[in-house]
């Protein structure tokens, strides 16, 4: 996998690139302020239908594809951007996001509580999440961060849940 480019982009890459479409998950993470948390409100409907024909085995399925394909989606974002890590790539975010949400899959009430453990998880990058942030490179440093967030979510998510059952 090549390294972003070190000069300045002139353009943001197009969305008519499959790797573009998926690492803004569809354009999301070009919405204005915090595209993290649009990222992360754009997974929770994906989810829900995931969940709702599939259950939470396949949400975890899910889940792990969204990663391995965010690993190539966000490396190419990187590389077409001339940035490391791109706010615009958010597949990220979904990948975590739906993580987070394995738990509580099945129980709409609990998205809001997956919603705010995951941003928080995040943004705050407990160990070893800032640590991946700050070493890996490429999509995989990307993608690897969030989903440390996620399953630091998801447990959070369970253990609510089961306080709440």
Not at 6 to 33: C, D, E, N, Y
Not at 46 to 51: D, E, G, H
Request: hydrophobic share 55%; glycine share 10%; charged share 10%.
């Amino acid at each position: 996998m090549t390294q972003p480019s070190s000069h300045p982009p002139s353009t943001r890459p197009s969305l008519g690139h499959p790797a573009v479409l998926l690492a803004t998950w569809f354009g999301s993470g070009w919405l204005p302020k915090a595209p993290g948390t649009w990222g992360s409100l754009a997974a929770l409907p994906c989810a829900a239908a995931i969940a709702w024909f599939g259950g939470p085995v396949v949400l975890l399925c899910a889940s792990a594809l969204v990663f391995l394909i965010g690993i190539w989606a966000g490396g190419v974002y990187a590389e077409k951007s001339g940035e490391a890590d791109p706010s615009a790539v958010v597949i990220d975010e979904v990948a975590g996001q739906w993580l987070a949400l394995v738990p509580v899959a099945s129980d709409w009430r609990f998205y809001a509580v997956a919603f705010l453990a995951f941003r928080l998880c995040d943004i705050y990058k407990p160990w070893p999440a800032n640590w991946l942030d700050r070493h890996l490179k490429g999509g995989l440093g990307i993608m690897a961060d969030d989903m440390v967030a996620g399953a630091y979510a998801m447990i959070v998510c369970y253990l609510v849940s089961q306080l709440l059952a």
